[in-house]
């Protein structure tokens, strides 16, 4: 157990750009979860798969922003002609199938779009 | 939709002594888990405590406490023997019933003067 990974731990892009982010879980966890967070706030739900499947997607995340999970083992989150109201913290988290037990979270990529 | 309110933006406390933090929260549910997660610089989300709202018993991990009025919709973490390392971000955190997404409090952050 190597805990959940995120990579890059840090982007910069330009407005306009697209960018990709990247999250391992738990091997055995179910369920992930992406949050983001704007500085000075807590994480707020963006969307989460059980297995390979997105369950729900929050009304935040836009048509610009996709998030896959194939085979039910990495996620990506692509946020396609970022603007920079995107700026922010993205978690990735993971928990087994219920998550009473809490989630495990990610280190999060930091995202700044100039 | 459930909310989670922290009212205390800051909070400072002297190395050893003890320290309390206030979380409250709005549900109409009935059986239901509260976290408290801890955020440290680096940033990694780390589960602190939590709290079945059907044991009356208040949950204890080593320093940390809960004191949990369910009637109130109360959910205070106690830190005792304060230490240098306890010095993050603490968030008060609720999962939906069902797909156990979180709502999150808006934080507070901790300060250890020694």
């Known amino acids: 157990d190597t805990g959940v990974s995120q990579d890059p731990r840090h982007k910069i892009t330009k407005r306009g750009q697209n960018v990709t982010f990247r999250c391992d879980p738990i091997?055995?966890?179910?369920?992930l979860y992406w949050y983001r967070q704007t500085l000075g706030q807590g994480p707020e739900f963006l969307t989460y798969?059980?297995?390979?499947?997105?369950?729900?997607k929050s009304r935040l995340l836009s048509d610009r922003f996709s998030a896959e999970r194939p085979k039910g083992s990495f996620s990506t989150l692509e946020i396609q002609r970022t603007e920079q109201g995107d700026s922010a913290m993205y978690l990735c988290?993971?928990?087994?199938?219920?998550?009473?037990?809490?989630?495990?979270f990610g280190s999060g990529t930091r995202l700044t779009v100039v | 939709a459930q909310t989670v309110t922290q009212s205390q933006p800051e909070m400072s406390v002297q190395e050893a002594e003890t320290v309390t933090l206030s979380c409250t929260y709005d549900?109409?549910?009935?059986?239901?888990?509260l976290f408290w997660y801890k955020q440290p610089p680096s940033r990694q989300m780390i589960l602190v405590i939590r709290?079945?709202?059907?044991?009356?018993q208040n949950a204890t991990e080593n320093r940390f406490s809960v004191n949990f009025q369910k009637a109130a919709k109360s959910f205070s973490l106690k830190i005792s023997d304060s230490q240098l390392g306890d010095a993050a971000m603490y968030f008060c955190?609720?999962?939906?019933?069902?797909?156990?997404?979180?709502?999150f409090g808006t934080g507070t952050r901790l300060t250890i003067i020694p």
């Open positions: 988290a993971s928990s087994v199938l219920t998550g009473v037990h809490g989630y495990t």
């Open positions: 091997s055995e966890h179910n369920r």
């Open positions: 798969f059980q297995n390979e499947a997105q369950l729900e």
């Open positions: 549900t109409s549910e009935s059986d239901y888990y």
């Open positions: 709290q079945e709202a059907y044991k009356q």
């Open positions: 955190a609720y999962p939906n019933f069902g797909n156990e997404k979180l709502t």
